[in-house]
């Protein structure tokens, strides 16, 4: 008889499954005099995980585990691989590494019995190099092995050997994404999109937008995400001024900055935090508009709400008011033909004249602004 031990990577939260796994196949071992299985770990590092394009949007724990599995043997044979035929998979073959090229995917049959198409064989190799397949109901009459001990030792080695910490399409609970990726996602949302919360009769909220780009979602929908994403432009810069001014909460006196705080100061956070992330995109620019102040330029992002004549000897002149995706207000007194039409939205860039309060919200007049459809560059 002899061992066999597998290192490979895995998820802290495969952990569980695994160790019952081995737990099972180690029953099997000692109730029929085999050494027992082990499983060896070591500490827990930060992998990183990626989204469906492969761009890393958080980290998961992981670590190397190391199992060792007894491997019996008969009169000098010994198991090296195990073959599954499944009429809809086809065939799948699982062999000890050092033997992956001696067992093949080869026919299902049994050297024993002579049958064909057997569901489950199996690959015994002799000290003298020479090899079988025997069908599952013919190893214990042919090799002396044990049929349940045999199913326990290979569902775990074929466990170990195929386990991969990265599965498509999962997100494992101890998942924490990228705080920065997060703030940056929302606020080129939030600019290009408008912010939309629960409740604002809206289907999708840009929460909801943000957990789609991290976590995955319907392919048509990630890829109209992405759009938006690269109609913003760079916005690192606004989304770490945001992170920022998050942090500088910790000793304010509202609950929500001080839990904004607590979050943006970690590199990572739970998904469940999104939520909260987000919200600080168009509180911050709402804030940072009252700060704004003459001759500053300021760049936007807008949709077009009113447009109406104004008195001049010179030729026509319109006010237009405009409100951009975090509710901000500004005003642009133009005489620049042609007006853009209510509805419209646009890239307008212009020089700050004032910051006025109207109805208890602060509106910005824009002076020299130069505009362009919101899918285009302002040029």
């Not at 761009?55 to 044979?77: A, H, K, R, S």
């Not at 024993?112 to 090899?131: F, I, P, Q, W």
């Not at 976590?215 to 992170?243: N, Q």
């Not at 987000?278 to 102040?293: G, K, M, N």
Request: proline share 7%; with cysteine; glycine share 8%.
């Amino acid at each position: 008889m002899s061992n066999m031990s597998v290192t490979f990577p895995i998820r802290t939260d495969q952990l569980p499954g695994l160790r019952r796994a081995v737990e099972r196949a180690d029953r099997q071992a000692r109730a029929h005099g085999l050494d027992c299985c082990r499983l060896t770990r070591t500490a827990a590092e930060p992998m990183q995980w990626p989204d469906c394009h492969g761009v890393p949007v958080g980290t998961v724990p992981c670590e190397d585990i190391t199992v060792t599995v007894p491997l019996p043997q008969f009169q000098g044979w010994v198991v090296i691989g195990e073959t599954e035929c499944d009429p809809e998979t086809g065939v799948t073959t699982t062999a000890l590494p050092q033997y992956t090229d001696v067992v093949t995917d080869t026919a299902p049959h049994c050297n024993g019995c002579g049958e064909t198409g057997t569901a489950t064989s199996y690959v015994l190799r002799h000290e003298d190099g020479s090899t079988m397949r025997l069908g599952a109901r013919c190893v214990e009459p042919y090799a002396g092995i044990p049929l349940p001990l045999l199913n326990e030792l290979w569902r775990l080695i074929r466990r170990c050997l195929t386990s991969e910490p990265y599965e498509p399409g999962c997100v494992p609970p101890t998942l924490r994404v990228y705080v920065d990726l997060a703030l940056e996602y929302a606020t080129a949302l939030t600019i290009e999109a408008g912010y939309a919360k629960r409740g604002g009769g809206t289907v999708w909220t840009t929460t909801e937008q943000v957990r789609t780009l991290m976590l995955g979602g319907e392919h048509e929908a990630v890829r109209s995400l992405h759009h938006h994403l690269r109609t913003a432009g760079d916005v690192t810069p606004l989304a770490a001024a945001i992170r920022q001014w998050c942090r500088r909460g910790a000793a304010d006196t509202s609950e929500y900055r001080r839990s904004l705080a607590r979050v943006a100061s970690q590199e990572t956070a739970v998904p469940a935090s999104l939520g909260l992330l987000v919200s600080a995109v168009p509180i911050y620019l709402r804030h940072a508009q009252r700060d704004l102040r003459a001759g500053e330029r300021e760049s936007i992002t807008a949709t077009v709400t009113a447009v109406d004549p104004l008195d001049s000897r010179w030729g026509p002149r319109r006010r237009i008011q405009l409100v951009d995706g975090a509710g901000r207000r500004y005003v642009w007194e133009s005489m620049t033909l042609p007006f853009p039409r209510p509805g419209q939205r646009l890239r307008v860039s212009g020089r700050v004249v004032r910051n006025t309060v109207r109805d208890g919200v602060t509106e910005t007049y824009l002076t020299r602004c130069r505009t362009a459809p919101a899918d285009s560059d302002v040029s």
